[in-house]
Nanobody
Framework: QVQLVESGGGLVQPGGSLRLSCVAS????????MGWYRQAPGKQRELVAR???????NYADSVKGRFIISRDSHKNTVYLQMNSLKPEDTAVYYC???????????????WGQGTQVTVSS
């Protein structure tokens, strides 16, 4: 019912920048919030940043001051601007959407396929 398509991952040197994009598409839904999570090999998936439909944001402590999450509500798109990247930022980054389906009071979570971000010299 809802699909998330991510783009923007790749290889970047330490101190560099990347911008990730995620577009949500489908029928009969509205978005409560969108966010980015990441998972490194052998580690748990963790929240990186999240933004609500009202524009409220929250960030992991490890990325505060370096990453910025933003959205385009009309296009159902969320962005993650990543600056001053460090090797420890290397992970697969996943887009998440918290959505409501029409005529259904329950909230559902959808996930993108993930995009690889590698920070290395």
């Amino acid at each position: 019912q809802v699909q998330l398509v991510e783009s923007g991952g790749g290889l970047v040197q330490p101190g560099g920048s990347l911008r990730l994009s995620c577009v949500a598409s489908g029928n009969r839904f509205s978005i409560n919030a969108m966010g980015w999570y990441r998972q490194a090999p052998g580690k748990q998936r963790e929240l990186v940043a999240r933004i609500t439909s009202g524009g409220n944001t929250n960030y992991a402590d490890s990325v505060k001051g370096r990453f910025i999450i933003s959205r385009d509500s009309h296009k159902n798109t969320v962005y993650l601007q990543m600056n001053s990247l460090k090797p420890e930022d290397t992970a697969v980054y996943y887009c998440n959407a918290e959505v409501l389906r029409y005529s259904d009071p329950r909230e559902y979570a959808y996930w993108g396929q993930g995009t690889q971000v590698t920070v290395s010299s």
